[in-house]
C-alpha cells in the first residue's frame, strides 16, 4: 500500500505527495500529459526533441543541471507515444531547489535558436545510435506503420523520419510549449522524506503563478478495426531471420489489460513459460522468442518477436507460434500456470516499489490514467484475473485478421 | 515578490555509512545482513570468487554461471526455473572479470520453498549434456548478433589490445570458442573455482529469526558436504603498450570509439583523487566531455568516462558513439579535455558543483538494504572492507582544485591512451 495525498492548484496542476521517513532522498515526477501521439504528421518526433530543449535553460535560469548537480541532484526525462515525464531525485534537504527548477521551466522556457540546433543534432545521433547503427534497429519504425493506419501510435516516439527533426523551427518549440506545458496539463508528485503540509506550501509558492493553459481535449481518431492480416516482408544485414507478429489490444485503462499481460507472462515470462519450453527447448525453432505487451492510453499492442534458428523457415516458425496461440484460446492453461504468473506479478510490484523513484512515478503515472489510487489496486486487480479470463482474452487476441506480421530476413549475400 | 532568478539555499548531504548485522554460517567469512524489518522481500546473494580471469578456456566461467539453472540433482531439467518461477522468485546468475554471483530475490512468505532451489543450485547441478548444447547455440546466435554492433566490438577489442595475450584478463572472444568449450570445460570449473567455504554471503531485507536459522544450517550442511581446495594465485597482469587500433566496418553509420588508459587501483593513496577527476572530465551528465561534444557540438547522443576496477588491474575508460563524419573530431576534442585538465586547475564552481554532485551520488547509491547490499558486494570484489565508502565521502569534500590538476598531470597522460575506433574515420 503506497499512502499519499493530493492537491490542486488553482492553476490546475495536480499534485501528489508520499511520505517515506525511511530514506534521506526525496523524488520530484513531473509528467507532461503529451507524447508522440499529439504530434502533427509532418512533424513526427517533436515531442521528445522538445523533450531535450527542457534541458537548455528557461526564463531565470541559464542552465537546468548546473544547479541541480551543486544542490547534489540527478535528473533525467523521457518521452513515450502518450507522455513526457521528466524526474529527479537529491537529498531531502534540497526539495526546494527542484520545485524552484522545475516551475521555472514550467512558467517559460529559453526559446534559444542555438540549443534548437544543437539538441537537433543530438536527437539525430539518438536515431542513428538506437535505430539505424542497431541490428533489427529499425523494426518499429517498420511494425508500427504496419499495424497501425489512422492512429499516430503509427510512429515512433523518435519520429518517422530523420527529415522530421532537421526540419523543426523555433516557432514550433514556442508553440508547443504554450500549448501542451502549462500547469494545468501536468502532473507533480513529490515522494520520500518530506512534510506533506510543508512541501504544499513550498510548491504553492512557486507554481501557483504559472498561468494555466487552455485545456487540450484534441480527439485522437481511433484506429479502425482490423479487418484482414497484413504482412510485411524486409531484409537488411542482420545474422539470424526474425519474425514480428503483433495484435491489437486493449488500452491500459480497460478492464482486461491484466489479463492481457498474463497471457503474454504465461508464453514467455521466465524459463519455464510456455515458449521457451515448447519452441527453444522442445521444438529448437527459435534462438530466442517473447511475448508482451505494449500498455498504453489508447488500445496497444500485443507483441511476439522470435529469431529462428538457421535453417528454419518463416513459415514453419510461424505456424509453431500460431499452435502455441491456439492452445490458449481452445484449453484452459494449468491453474499453476496462474499461480505463478500471479506470484511473479507480486514479487515484481513489490521490488519495483522499493525505490523511491519508482512510487513517484508510478504515483504520477496511474493519476494521469485517471487516479493515482488505482495504483493500489493493481495487484487486486491482477490477482482477480481467473483461468477462464486467460481463454476468453486469447480469443479475442489471436486472430488472423487481427494481426500484422513482418518478416525481417537476413540478406542472401551475407 | 518570488526570487526566481536566485536559488533557494542548499546543503550538502550527508553520508551516514549503513550498519549490518554478522551471520557465522560456517564460512570462512560471516554472512552480512543488512536489515529491513517489515518490508515483504528478501534478497541472498552467493559471491564466489570464480570469475573470467580464473578459466583456463574462453567462455569457460560464463557458460558454468549460465548452466546452473539448467538443472540439478534434486530439480533435474527445467525444475529449477519451474519451482522459481511458481514461487514468483527471482534466481539471477552472472559472472564478471573476477566473480560469479548467485542471487535469489525473493518474497518472504515463499522464502523456504525457494531456498531449497537456491541450495541445490549452490552445490549440486548436473550439467546436462543437452542443456549444454542448447545454450552453446542460444549464446552463439545472440554473440552473432551483438558482434553486428560496433559498440559491442569496441568493448571486445578493449580486452585484446589492453593486455598481452598471456596476461590475465586477456580475452579475444570469436565465434570459434563457443565449439571449442566442451561440457567437461564447465564441469570443472564448478568443481575447483565454486569455492562456498570461501565465497561472500549478503543478505537483504526482512528476515525472521527462524528463517536465518534455516539459511544457517543449509550453508552447514551444504560446506559440509564436500572439500573445497584452497583457491590457487591468479596469473600476472601485463599490459600491451599504447595503441591506435581501427577496425573499418563499410557503410556504418556512426563509429564507437573507446580509449582506455591503465590507472592505479584502490588501494592507493590517490585514487579517490583521481575518480574524481575522472568525474569531472566524463563521469555525469554535465562533464567537461558531454559539455563540449554533446551539448555544445551535437557529435553525439552520449559520452561517458569512468574507472574500471578489477581485483588486480584498474583503467580509465571514455566511451562514445559518434557519427561516422564527426569520429577524428570527437577523438581530438576528447584529448584536448584531457589536456585542459592537466594544465587549468577547476574554478572553485565546477570544484562544488562535481564535488556535490558526486556526494549525493553516493547518498543515492546507498537508499535502502538492497542498495547497501550491492554497494557491500562492490567493495568486497575489490578487496575493501565497508568503511571504503566512508573514506570515499571524506576525500571527496576535501579535494581542492590543485588536488584535481596534480592528479590528471600524474596519471591522465594521453601518450599512455590505447585508442580504438569501430566504424570509419
Known amino acids: ?414 | 515578490m518570488l526570487q526566481r532568478s536566485k536559488p533557494p539555499k542548499s546543503h550538502r548531504p550527508v553520508f551516514t555509512l549503513p550498519t549490518y548485522k554478522e551471520i557465522d554460517v560456517g564460512l570462512s567469512k560471516p554472512a552480512v545482513l543488512f536489515e529491513k524489518p517489515d518490508c515483504e522481500t528478501l534478497k541472498i546473494e552467493v559471491v564466489f570468487k570464480a570469475g573470467s580471469a580464473r578459466q583456463a578456456k574462453s567462455l569457460q566461467a560464463f557458460f558454468t554461471q549460465k548452466l546452473l539453472k539448467e538443472g540439478t540433482v534434486s530439480f533435474p531439467d527445467q525444475g529449477v526455473n519451474y519451482t522459481t518461477d511458481l514461487h514468483g522468485g527471482y534466481l539471477v546468475c552472472g559472472s564478471t572479470e573476477d566473480t560469479t554471483s548467485v542471487a535469489l530475490y525473493a518474497l518472504k512468505q515463499n522464502l523456504n520453498e525457494l531456498l531449497e532451489v537456491f541450495f541445490s543450485v549452490l552445490t549440486e547441478p548436473v550439467f546436462e549434456q543437452k542443456a549444454f548444447e542448447r545454450e552453446i547455440d542460444v549464446e552463439r546466435n545472440h554473440f552473432l548478433v551483438q558482434t553486428q554492433k560496433n559498440s559491442y566490438l569496441s568493448a571486445l577489442a578493449v580486452k585484446a589490445h589492453l593486455f598481452e595475450p598471456e596476461s590475465l584478463y586477456y580475452s579475444k572472444l570469436s565465434v570459434d570458442d563457443f565449439d571449442a568449450l566442451k561440457r567437461e570445460d564447465v564441469q570443472a570449473f564448478f568443481s575447483t573455482q565454486y569455492n562456498l567455504y570461501e565465497a561472500d554471503v549478503i543478505l537483504a531485507g526482512d528476515v525472521n529469526l527462524e528463517q536465518i536459522k534455516n539459511i544457517q544450517d543449509r550453508f552447514f550442511k551444504a560446506v559440509s558436504s564436500r572439500a573445497f581446495k584452497q583457491s590457487e594465485p591468479l596469473k600476472k597482469v601485463l599490459l600491451q603498450k599504447p595503441n591506435e587500433i581501427f577496425i573499418r566496418k563499410k557503410e556504418a553509420i556512426q563509429s564507437s570509439i573507446r580509449l582506455v588508459l591503465p590507472c592505479i587501483d584502490s588501494h592507493h593513496q590517490d585514487f579517490f583523487k583521481l575518480k574524481f577527476a575522472v568525474m569531472v572530465l566524463g563521469g555525469y551528465f554535465g562533464s567537461r566531455l558531454m559539455a563540449n561534444i554533446r551539448e555544445d557540438k551535437g557529435y553525439t547522443y552520449g559520452i561517458g568516462a569512468f574507472v574500471k576496477s578489477l581485483t588486480q588491474q584498474s583503467y580509465v575508460s571514455i566511451s562514445t558513439e559518434v557519427g561516422i563524419r564527426h569520429t577524428r573530431d570527437t577523438c581530438k576534442e576528447i584529448f584536448y579535455e584531457i589536456e585542459k585538465l592537466t594544465q587549468i586547475a577547476v574554478s572553485q564552481e565546477e570544484l562544488h558543483r562535481v564535488k556535490n554532485y558526486y556526494l549525493g551520488q553516493l547518498v543515492r547509491n546507498f537508499d535502502g538494504v538492497f542498495l547497501h547490499a550491492e554497494m557491500y558486494k562492490k567493495c568486497t570484489v575489490i578487496q575493501q572492507e565497508f568503511s571504503y565508502y566512508a573514506q570515499m565521502y571524506d576525500a571527496f569534500k576535501n579535494m581542492t582544485s590543485e588536488d584535481v590538476l596534480e592528479t590528471s598531470q600524474a596519471y591522465l597522460k594521453a601518450d599512455k591512451v590505447t585508442q580504438i575506433i569501430v566504424g570509419e574515420a
Open chain 1, 1 to 414: 500500500m503506497i499512502n499519499f495525498q493530493t492537491h490542486t492548484l488553482s492553476n490546475g496542476l495536480r499534485l501528489i505527495l508520499h511520505q517515506d521517513l525511511s530514506t534521506p532522498l526525496v523524488a520530484v515526477n513531473t509528467l507532461y500529459r503529451v507524447g508522440a501521439k499529439d504530434e502533427e504528421v509532418k512533424r513526427t518526433g517533436f515531442a521528445h526533441l522538445f523533450e531535450h530543449l527542457m534541458f537548455g535553460g528557461s526564463k531565470h535560469i541559464a542552465q537546468f543541471d548546473a544547479p541541480l548537480q551543486m544542490a547534489s541532484g540527478e535528473n533525467n526525462a523521457f518521452t513515450n507515444n502518450d507522455i513526457t515525464n521528466y524526474y529527479i531525485t537529491l537529498p531531502k534537504e534540497n526539495l526546494e531547489i527542484a520545485l524552484w527548477l522545475e516551475s521555472d521551466r514550467m512558467l517559460e522556457l529559453d526559446f534559444s535558436q542555438k540549443s534548437l540546433e544543437v539538441q537537433k543534432n543530438v536527437v539525430i545521433e539518438e536515431f542513428k545510435q538506437r535505430y539505424l547503427n542497431q541490428p533489427y534497429g529499425d523494426v518499429w519504425l517498420k511494425l508500427r506503420p504496419l499495424a497501425y493506419k489512422i492512429h499516430p501510435y503509427r510512429w515512433p516516439t523518435i519520429g518517422k523520419e530523420i527529415q522530421h527533426i532537421s526540419d523543426a523551427e523555433l516557432k514550433d518549440v514556442e508553440a508547443f510549449f504554450y500549448t501542451y506545458y502549462r500547469p494545468n496539463n501536468a502532473i507533480l508528485s513529490i515522494a520520500g522524506n518530506i512534510d506533506i503540509a510543508k512541501t504544499i506550501d513550498l510548491v504553492e509558492k512557486w507554481y501557483s503563478d504559472i498561468p494555466s493553459g487552455v485545456p487540450q481535449s484534441k480527439s485522437i481518431p481511433p484506429e479502425p478495426k482490423q479487418t484482414e492480416k497484413r504482412v510485411l516482408h524486409h531484409s537488411a544485414d542482420v545474422p539470424l531471420n526474425a519474425i514480428y507478429k503483433v495484435f491489437h489490444m486493449c488500452s491500459r485503462t480497460h478492464k482486461d489489460y491484466h489479463a492481457t499481460d498474463f497471457v503474454s507472462d504465461v508464453l514467455s515470462l521466465g524459463k519455464s513459460s510456455r515458449f521457451q519450453a515448447s519452441l527453444i527447448r522442445e521444438q529448437g525453432l527459435f534462438s530466442s522468442i517473447d511475448a508482451y505487451i505494449l500498455g498504453s492510453d489508447d488500445p496497444g499492442l500485443f507483441v511476439v518477436s522470435g529469431k529462428l534458428q538457421p535453417g528454419v523457415s518463416f513459415e514453419k516458425a510461424e505456424e509453431a507460434i500460431d499452435k502455441e496461440l491456439d492452445q490458449l484460446k481452445t484449453k484452459h492453461i494449468h491453474p499453476n500456470e496462474l499461480k505463478r504468473v500471479k506470484n511473479k506479478a507480486q514479487s515484481s510490484f513489490a521490488f519495483s516499489s522499493l525505490e523511491l523513484l519508482n512510487r513517484a512515478m508510478n504515483l504520477a503515472l496511474f493519476e494521469h490514467l485517471g487516479d493515482a489510487q488505482n495504483l493500489n489496486l493493481e495487484l487486486e486487480k491482477y490477482a482477480a484475473v481467473q483461468i477462464e479470463d486467460i481463454s476468453r482474452v486469447a480469443q479475442e487476441l489471436f486472430r488472423d485478421e487481427n494481426s500484422s506480421v513482418l518478416y525481417y530476413a537476413k540478406n542472401k549475400k551475407q
